[in-house]
């Protein structure tokens, strides 16, 4: 089951998801919208920028996912 988390301090949230030994961030502009980020795996070792992020639940998460969606597209003026 992954687990979600999100920075919250720029225009656009990052939201992440855990799922052992992966880390995936969410990008609406990539096929599946999750990409792997390999350079944010020192995290699950308290390191990083896990101190930005907050643990979220799934429905949290989806909330995020439309709001990013949402920001990207008026990003890119669409």
């Given amino acids: 089951m992954a687990s979600y988390s999100v920075d919250t ?6 939201l992440i998801r855990w799922e052992c030994p992966y880390i995936y961030t969410f990008s609406p502009l990539e ?5 792997e980020s390999p350079g944010k795996a020192s995290m699950f070792w ?3 920028d896990f101190v930005w992020y907050d643990d979220i639940s799934e429905a949290e998460a989806l909330k995020y996912m439309e709001q990013i969606r949402k920001a990207v597209k008026n990003r ?3």
């Fill in 46 to 48: 308290g390191q990083g």
């Fill in 9 to 14: 301090r720029g225009e656009i949230p990052t």
């Fill in 76 to 78: 890119k003026g669409g």
């Fill in 31 to 35: 096929p599946g919208e999750w990409v």
